[in-house]
């Protein structure tokens, strides 16, 4: 059971960062050389922008689900060793 909460802990922080990694690099590729986002249309804008967000929320309650799982993983080695430190 704790080798398949760290695997799949793992896996969502991974697959959670890359998400994240993408979206960060579309918005920094569209940049312009003052700085600002370019887009085709304002329709094509808002829709990018939408997208993007629905994929960022969704890489960071992955990123955040992962780390729950990896942090439940690794609790009876916490409570193990929190328990020798005060014996």
């Known amino acids: 059971m704790e080798v398949m909460l760290r695997v799949a802990g793992i896996l ?3 697959i959670g960062i890359v998400i ?3 979206i960060s690099r579309r918005k920094f590729n569209r940049r312009n ?3 600002l986002e370019q887009f085709t249309s304002f329709e094509r804008s808002i ?3 939408i997208i993007e967000l ?3 929320l969704t890489g960071a309650i992955f990123i955040l689900t992962g780390g729950i799982l990896l942090l439940f993983s690794y609790k009876e080695e916490i409570d193990g060793f929190l ?3 005060t014996a």
């Open 33 to 35: 050389p003052a700085g």
């Open 20 to 22: 994240r990694y993408i």
């Open 83 to 85: 328990h020798a430190q």
């Open 12 to 14: 969502l922080l991974a």
């Open 47 to 49: 829709g990018v922008r």
């Open 54 to 56: 629905i994929f960022s």
